[in-house]
T-cell receptor, first 114, second 114 residues
């Protein structure tokens, strides 16, 4: 079975600074996909960024980028120029090659200090 | 507007009572999912369905049942056999059956036991 581990229950960053959230996973599959979801206080789950395991290039979406280290099974999220609206729970998630559901980590609570 | 709707937003269950949570999508997505979220935890998969009239158990299916009579609808029933039903329930869907497809989430239902 796949597992996803987020070792930072809470992180704090000053507004406009950069923060990195960590995620490691364990799998024996070769075909898989990784996601970061954001859950603000409204509790709506919002996709932040995704990465295909077969792609060597790290995914980027505006201020959000990932550092995907396949051999180390690591998938960290970097948020540049942090904004107050970035404050939320961030969940790392894993999907295998089929239609099975996502496997989630326990989340990191990100606090933005003004 | 296209999207995923869940109702009700809040639901109260009495001891020994079955309750049903609604999930509807108008995105023409093939696969649908139910997740449970407990405080301080990530999401855990309850059931999923890839096609009408077919569904599979997830990691924590005991005490729950589902149906998929229409492509757009995937209701979840929390039965009296579920001894600890208090949680936040999230429904999700995705377009295809491959792992590369992104799951999109509804706004959730908060279930409380009286």
């Amino acid at each position: 079975a796949q597992t996803v581990t987020q070792s930072q229950p809470e992180m704090s960053v000053q507004e406009a600074e950069t923060v990195t959230l960590s995620c490691t996973y364990d799998t024996s599959e070769s075909d898989y996909y990784l996601f970061w979801y954001k859950q603000p206080p409204s509790r709506q789950m919002i996709l932040v960024i995704r990465q295909e395991a077969y792609k060597q290039q790290n995914a980027t979406e505006n201020r959000f980028s990932v550092n995907f280290q396949k051999a180390a099974k690591s998938f960290s999220l970097k948020i540049s120029d942090s904004q107050l609206g970035d404050a939320a729970m961030y969940f790392c998630a894993y999907a295998g090659g089929g239609a099975d559901g996502l496997t989630f980590g326990k989340g990191t609570h990100l606090i933005i200090q003004p | 507007d296209g999207g995923i709707t869940q109702s009700p937003k809040y639901l109260f269950r009495k001891e020994g009572q079955n309750v049903t949570l609604s999930c509807e999508q108008n995105l023409n997505h093939d696969a649908m999912y139910w997740y449970r979220q407990d405080p301080g935890q990530g999401l855990r998969l309850i059931y999923y369905s890839q096609i009408v009239n077919d569904f599979q158990k997830g990691d924590i299916a005991e005490g729950y049942s589902v149906s998929r009579e229409k492509k757009e609808s995937f209701p979840l029933t929390v039965t009296s056999a579920q001894k600890n039903p208090t949680a936040f329930y999230l429904c999700a869907s995705k377009r295809g059956l491959g792992g590369q497809e992104t799951q999109y989430f509804g706004p959730g239902t908060r279930l409380l036991v009286l």
